[in-house]
């Protein structure tokens, strides 16, 4: 079975610096995604960022970037001058198969992130 | 669009009663899960729908626990008989088959309190 591990509970980042989160996955599958979703106060589940397994470039959108290794199945999240609005929940998960085989997300557990002023 | 809807957003009730959640998918989405998110467990997956169909049910805890789907714009999951350790965030999320990667879209979540 697939696990997604995310070794962070806690991180705290300073206004306008760089903050990197954690994930790890177990797959013996070849095809997947992975995705980084975002979960403020308000509890609404937010899609960051989303990586197909068979592409080699690193995704980004705007200050968020992942770092991608897949034989090391690793898949970290790289915030780059972090604004008080990224204060939030990082859930990691992975998603197995192409074409709609399988629909299941796989979330890990979380790292609060705290942005102090 | 709307997004998901999810109703109501706060539930409070006495163990032994049921529970009935409600979720509206995004028009035209063909998939539907159900998740719940405790402190102990995390996000975990409860059951998903594929053209209002149950296609994986594994995650449901137990017999107290159903979900329907009767139409493509309507979805509930019910607890009978509710349990204090039934008190979670549940999220209703909706997809479509081949738009953005089958991106799952979710609801605000509904807080369940079993007293």
């Known amino acids: 079975a697939q696990t997604v591990t995310q070794s962070q509970p806690e991180m705290s980042v300073q206004e306008a610096e760089t903050v990197t989160l954690s994930c790890t996955y177990d797959t013996s599958e070849s095809d997947y995604y992975l995705f980084w979703y975002k979960q403020p106060p308000s509890r609404q589940m937010i899609l960051v960022i989303r990586q197909e397994a068979y592409k080699q470039q690193n995704a980004t959108e705007n200050r968020f970037s992942v770092n991608f290794q897949k034989a090391a199945k690793s898949f970290s999240l790289k915030i780059s001058d972090s604004q008080l609005g990224d204060a939030a929940m990082y859930f990691c998960?992975?998603?197995?198969?192409?074409?709609?085989?399988?629909?299941?997300?796989?979330f890990g557990t979380g790292t609060l992130l705290a942005v102090q002023p | 669009d709307a997004g998901v809807i999810q109703s109501p957003r706060h539930e409070v009730t006495e163990m032994g009663q049921e529970v009935t959640l409600r979720c509206k998918p995004i028009?035209?989405?063909?998939?539907l899960f159900w998740y719940r998110q405790t402190m102990m467990r995390g996000l975990e997956l409860l059951i998903y729908f594929n053209n209002n169909v149950p296609i994986d049910d594994s995650g449901m805890p137990e017999d107290r626990f159903s979900a329907k789907m009767p139409n493509a714009s309507f979805s509930t999951l019910k607890i009978q008989p509710s349990e204090p350790r039934d008190s979670a965030v549940y999220f209703c999320a909706s997809s479509l088959q081949g738009f953005s990667y089958n991106e799952q879209f979710f609801g605000p979540g509904t807080r369940l309190t079993v007293l």
């Open positions: 998960a992975y998603r197995g198969g192409y074409g709609g085989a399988t629909n299941k997300l796989i």
């Open positions: 028009s035209g989405h063909d998939y």
